[in-house]
């Protein structure tokens, strides 16, 4: 198992930017794929990016791509992620979560989870 608690969310002007941190205990870290979900409410849990265990293969979801930038510090046990020019659609539950998965867009692929950050962004 791996023990996720994700830190920075907030309320931030759209335009703005947040950086969101996951800092994982357990000494099984690198050998999971990490990845982003949110969750807005009313709506389904939405796959945001996602970082392979080496850290070499990431992928986004179509409406964050050049905005948002997902990295991980695996000495340091840490994924992070960069949130440049938030928009008003950005806003809710940020969730971290580790998986070895066959398909990293599904949320069921992914075996812990962070209890969530909220974002909220403004007009």
């Known amino acids: 198992q791996v023990q996720l608690t994700e830190s920075g969310g907030g309320l931030v002007q759209a335009g703005g930017s947040l950086r969101l941190s996951c800092a994982a205990s357990?000494?099984?870290?690198?050998?999971?794929?990490m990845a982003w979900f949110r969750q807005a409410p009313g709506k389904e849990r939405e796959f945001v990016a996602v970082?392979?265990?080496?850290?070499?293969?990431?992928h986004y979801t179509d409406s964050v791509k050049g905005r948002f930038a997902i990295s991980r510090d695996n000495a340091e046990k840490t994924v992070s992620l960069q949130m440049d020019n938030l928009k008003l659609e950005d806003t809710g539950v940020y969730f971290c979560?580790?998986?070895?998965?066959?398909?990293?867009?599904?949320?069921?692929?992914?075996?812990?989870w962070g209890q969530g950050t909220q974002v909220t962004v403004s007009s």
């Open positions: 970082i392979d265990w080496t850290g070499d293969r990431t």
């Open positions: 979560a580790a998986g070895r998965y066959t398909d990293y867009r599904v949320s069921a692929q992914y075996t812990d």
């Open positions: 357990g000494r099984t870290f690198n050998t999971y794929d």
